[in-house]
């Protein structure tokens, strides 16, 4: 359960935001949470400290009218919470550079000149935008290994895109977002080694989270780079199975 808070000093403004943020709550109840909002900076803060997860959104006024500034309670949850989202509510532009130099990493910046439905738009887009985030960062980071000629080379896994066998007996290509390789190998032992990869047939092993578009009359698997393959009709429930749950 992702919680939100919200801390903004005009008490209008933060009713209006209370009822967006509500109105997002119900329909994402499973997933979201509005845990407090208020107008007093200590209570925010307080709450900061009790916190006991990472998977929190913040909205804070970065200008409130008080002796701790939304900066300040940015600081104190990059302090203690390094995977929660901060999103400032401000009229002064010209702090964002203050925020880079802190190191505190905003997911968004909202202007309080912004009308009612381009702040209701903002707020939605920072909360999927934070789930999404949260969702990558819970998928653990792993090394894909191979060798070319005497040279061990490592590459992130979500980095792949695809496998398949080379032209050239006995050899892989391996499709990345930004590369292409060749080495020797056997997809059914890299297939064994690679759980986070998937075998859609005997020619192709493939990394279900980078997939773009999966055409279900043709099977036809679609990456970046115009990278393509085909499901065999054995694994085609398997696939989508695999294509929910990445979603």
Known sequence: ????????????????????????????????????ATNNPKDCLDKI???EKDHVVYFLDIDLSNSISGIDLA????????????????THEEMAPLTLQKQIEPINFIEKDFGPE?????????????????????????NFSFYVGSS?????????LMLEPSSIPHRIVLHCKNQEYEFYG??????????????????????????QKYD??????FFANNISCKCSVM????LRKQIAQNN
């Open 1 to 36: 359960m992702i919680s939100i808070v919200l801390c903004e000093d005009d008490k209008n403004q933060l009713d209006r935001l209370t009822q967006v943020v509500e109105n997002f709550v119900l329909f994402h109840e499973k997933e979201f949470e509005l845990s407090i």
């Open 152 to 160: 061990l080379i490592n590459i992130d896994i979500r980095d792949v």
């Open 49 to 51: 400290i009790s916190e």
């Open 118 to 142: 381009k702040i209701r738009d903002e707020v939605f887009k920072t909360l999927e935008l934070s789930k999404e985030r949260f969702v990558q960062e819970r998928k653990p980071s792993e």
């Open 216 to 221: 279900l009359h043709s099977r036809i698997i």
């Open 75 to 90: 600081i104190e949850i990059r302090k203690r919470h390094v995977e929660s989202k901060i999103a400032f509510i401000t």
């Open 186 to 211: 056997k997809l059914s032992e890299i297939d064994k080694d690679y759980s986070r990869l998937f075998r859609s047939s005997k020619s192709s092993l493939i990394n279900v989270e980078n997939i």
């Open 235 to 238: 694994q085609v429930k398997a």
